[in-house]
């Protein structure tokens, strides 16, 4: 199989598997985002491994403990958001991070600190943008489970990215954050906004023809326009890691697309600022 064939397999395959999940119901969309915290934190500890001031085995432990505190933390603000246990409980994910001080006392390290930023980050940057999109698909603390909203953010960070890649690549002259991100380009970045605002309507009339939407315009243009912005910054911060740490892709999860933080890298910005807009906005 060539490697287009593969990319596009693999792309296929992954698209179903990850909106089937989400449209079916609200334990299926638990346990797709709960693998995804997973093998997430997995890759991020491959990534990061040589940082640590640890040995193996306490290297061994560290993604072990985050892998765990990962799906708590998944966990509660799912059971939060969903309405089925009180909002209060949401306060003990501010624990987790802080638990990594206590366990760094017990391991004689050079740069404990260190340890400690490493480890926290696996929680600030994946389980919590992760466990964030609970808040997308229960609306107003509720146990009323509703995909619309979710699924319309997925696409229009699909087609932003996609067209942000095919528009730069054609057409790109002008650098966006060369330092950073070296192919990336303003040509792409607005071929990629273009497409995503244009989702926007589609998605809209789409839910309105299927009778199941009951926010206006305006709120899935808006939705768009977080997406745009947010995307764009996850997916430079998930270059400048990449470069930090003088890697290609963050795994090999996904066959002819890299790692799941390659494909998740502007989500992860993206769901947590859009969260923030339901809830603030009541829709």
């Known amino acids: 199989m060539s490697e287009l064939s ?22 299926s969309f638990m346990l797709l985002f709960s693998l995804l915290t997973i093998l997430s934190i997995n890759e991020y500890y491959n990534i990061v491994r040589d940082k640590l001031v640890a040995n193996y085995e306490w290297q061994t432990l560290y993604k072990f403990l985050s892998t765990i505190f990962g799906v708590i933390v998944f966990a509660i603000i799912f059971l939060v958001s969903s309405g089925k246990i009180p909002l209060i409980y949401l306060s003990l994910v501010a624990a987790f991070p802080l638990c990594w001080f206590v366990i760094e006392m017990y391991h004689i390290s050079e740069a404990p600190f260190v340890n400690v930023c490493i480890n926290s980050m696996a929680l600030f940057y994946i389980a919590m943008p992760f466990g964030s999109a609970s808040f997308v698909v229960f609306q107003h603390g509720g ?8 699924l319309a953010v997925l696409i229009f960070a699909w087609a932003n990215d996609s067209w942000a890649y095919l528009i730069g690549k054609n057409f790109g002259k002008h650098k966006l954050f060369e ?39 305006i709120h899935y243009f808006t939705l768009s326009f977080i997406t745009i ?29 890299g790692g799941l933080l390659d494909r998740f890298d502007g989500l992860i910005f993206t769901i947590p600022s859009c969260a923030l807009y339901i809830i603030a906005t009541g829709i």
């Open 6 to 27: 593969k990319r596009i397999s693999t792309g296929i395959i992954f698209v179903i598997v990850l909106i089937g999940c989400i449209v079916w119901n609200e334990y």
């Open 143 to 150: 146990d009323n489970y509703e995909f619309k909203y979710l």
């Open 179 to 217: 330092r950073i991100s070296p192919k990336k380009t303003w040509e792409g970045l607005f071929g990629g906004a273009i497409a995503s605002m244009v989702f926007s309507g589609i998605m809209y009339f789409s839910y309105n023809y299927y009778s199941v939407n009951d926010a206006g315009y």
């Open 229 to 257: 912005i947010t995307s764009t910054y996850g997916d430079l911060a998930e270059s400048m890691i990449k470069r930090n740490f003088n890697i290609k892709d963050t795994g090999h999860t996904l066959p002819g697309h």
